[in-house]
């Protein structure tokens, strides 16, 4: 498998953002890489988020994810809507750890799926229909 990568867009139409990653998961790479990107975004508590790593092996390390909430958890407290969290990932390591993992966030409204289009669907639907 490749190095590790992760790419950024922004769909304005539906207030997501969505970072693809790639390759073994460097822990430290990605979260810096995510906290450049959401302190450089205008505005970045309008959109949900979908991080898709489904073309990765590993997960992102705990302590990794609780530097990211610690820095970003500022930038969402704008928010006055429901923002929800998609993780795809097929590693039951991040299914199990989702719920005590999403507590660390303002917005405590993630999943995780194993496939992307599962993702998109969830965070389309309506806040009543979240499941």
């Not at 039951?92 to 507590?103: F, Y």
Request: net charge neutral; glycine share 4%; aromatic share 10%.
């Amino acid at each position: 498998m490749d190095a590790f990568s992760i790419s950024f867009a922004v769909d304005d139409t539906n207030r997501v953002v969505v970072a693809t990653a790639s390759g073994p998961i460097d822990s430290v790479s990605y979260v810096d890489r995510c906290i450049a990107f959401f302190q450089g975004l205008p505005e970045p508590w309008r959109y949900h988020r979908l991080y898709d790593e489904a073309a990765c092996t590993g997960v992102v390390a705990y302590q990794d994810l609780e530097r990211l909430a610690r820095i970003v958890n500022p930038l969402w407290a704008r928010a006055t809507t429901d923002i929800k969290v998609a993780v795809v990932n097929a590693s039951r390591l991040v299914a199990a750890r989702m719920p005590m993992a999403s507590q660390m966030y303002l917005h405590s409204n993630h999943r995780a799926f194993e496939t992307r289009q599962e993702a998109e669907l969830w965070l389309k639907a309506p806040a009543d229909a979240r499941g």
